[in-house]
């Protein structure tokens, strides 16, 4: 091969790779902005979770069956928000990996441009 061809070949690599960093980057920031989204949301469905215990409800003010009834909701209504919780929770953990996963294939790629880099220099060079 022709130190014109590699040289052409490098640079057409260096930019390949170098829209690939961006449009990891782009995808980056669209996880991070949702992330935030979600934890956002988040703080504020578990702060409306302490409604779910109004009004309280004591054996002098409320008995019988139709209080257990409404009592058994109640619980049925905690245990899902409970759900809900580790399910948003389990998301955020995959948005987080996903984004890891990003960030660690730009600096292999940024690895891999300065490596084309110093090969494009030292061909100019000769």
């Known amino acids: 091969m022709t130190n014109e061809y590699l040289i052409h ?33 988040q703080e504020i ?7 779910i215990s109004n009004p309280e409800l004591s054996p002098s003010s409320w008995t019988g069956k139709h209080a257990d009834i409404f009592l058994s909701k ?9 759900q809900i919780n580790n399910q948003v929770n389990n ?22 441009i300065s490596s084309k880099r110093i090969y494009l220099n030292t061909l100019k060079d000769n």
Do not use: V
């Open 45 to 51: 469905f578990m702060d409306d979770k302490t409604h």
């Open 91 to 112: 998301i955020l953990d995959n948005i987080e990996e996903k984004i890891t996963s990003l960030e660690n294939a730009n600096s292999q790629i940024s690895s891999t």
């Open 9 to 41: 070949s490098l640079k057409t690599d260096i930019s390949i790779l170098s829209s690939q960093i961006n449009e990891n980057q782009e995808k980056i920031l669209l996880l991070q902005k949702a992330q935030t989204n979600i934890e956002n949301e």
């Open 74 to 82: 109640r619980d049925g209504i905690k245990n899902a928000y409970s």
